[in-house]
């Protein structure tokens, strides 16, 4: 036993030298993610056993800090709303989306303090509205203020994150405040106030899984396999959405009523990158250009940003 403990003393050293090798070449795949989104999702699915290459998550408090980051190459890919990617395609950022995903924008909405006299976009002419720049709450005050008629000089607006936003509508400092999930059902859920228009009919409710040119050329089978894995997590909590927002709630410390009611009523579903979101990405780029935050010199086509080369992978799931 001595001698055997001695010979292995002596392989010691060059056994962890193999094994750091071996880590060394395993593939990894370095995605950005928010916080209880996809890495949450995915796991509480039970998608992530098995994986053929090592999964690296970096969190990030919002899509512009991921996106910068992935054009830093910090990260391969990640998870943004299409109002984002299409501003860091515009700033060209070398990104492209390979996975697509639709839902219903109960949630992006126009919050009005509940006791407020204004019960329509057309009443929102010469008031305040906070909300992020570039952000898909910009972009549904653009499109509901296209939808009355106005032009987007009709209404101030005041470029807040999420947190600060909110407090300026509760104190009166604002008129309006443009938002998403889950700031809209707390706020419902919570009667600080209620909707005056959400996305529905006027946003195409398009999220996306995106890559950097460099890992769509360098790791293809990696965001495959991560497509085919999300995908598969995203129909999961289509059809029960209770086991992932009692995940959610622990994870992000709201009550539970406020993921359900977000999950159950946004229903996100994988779609093929088909002509019709190559279309209504055209829409989401067009509108800005019309908008002025766009240079038309800079604005891309929707069909060089989005690489339909993964539907199948991504079919196979569904």
Excluded: C
Aim: charged share 20%; no cysteine; net charge neutral.
């Amino acid at each position: 036993m001595r001698r055997v403990l001695a010979v292995l003393a002596l392989l010691a050293p060059a056994l962890l030298t193999l094994a750091g090798l071996a880590r060394a070449d395993e593939p990894v795949l370095r995605v950005g993610d928010q916080r209880g989104n996809a890495r949450a999702l995915m796991e509480a699915a039970g998608v992530l056993a098995d994986l053929p290459y090592r999964l690296d998550w970096s969190e990030f408090p919002a899509a512009a800090p991921l996106l910068e980051a992935l054009n830093a190459g910090a990260i391969d890919a990640g998870g943004v709303g299409d109002a984002p990617f299409t501003f860091a395609a515009a700033a060209g950022v070398p990104v492209k989306a390979f996975l697509a995903f639709r839902n219903r924008q109960d949630g992006l909405a126009i919050l009005v303090a509940k006791d407020s006299p204004i019960r329509s976009v057309a009443e929102l002419k010469g008031k305040s509205i906070a909300t992020n720049r570039g952000s898909i709450g910009h972009q549904v005050v653009l499109a509901a203020l296209e939808e009355a008629g106005l032009p987007a000089s009709a209404v101030t607006l005041r470029f807040l994150p999420p947190a600060d936003a909110k407090i300026a509508l509760a104190s009166g400092s604002v008129d309006a405040w443009a938002t998403w999930e889950p700031y809209t059902s707390t706020a419902e859920l919570t009667g600080l106030a209620r909707v005056v228009r959400d996305g529905n009919g006027i946003t195409p409710g398009l999220s996306f899984a995106v890559a950097s040119d460099a890992a769509l050329k360098t790791k293809r089978a990696q965001l495959a396999d991560f497509g085919r894995r999300l995908v598969a997590a995203r129909d999961w909590a289509l059809k029960d959405p209770a086991p992932y927002a009692a995940v959610w709630s622990k994870l992000i410390g709201l009550p539970e009523a406020v993921p359900l009611r977000w999950f159950s009523r946004a229903q996100y579903r994988a779609v093929p990158i088909d002509e019709a979101v190559v279309a209504d990405e055209q829409r989401n780029i067009d509108l800005y250009v019309r908008s002025g935050l766009i240079p038309q010199a800079r604005a891309p086509k929707a069909e060089a940003i989005l690489d339909r080369s993964f539907e199948p992978a991504a079919a196979a799931v569904r």
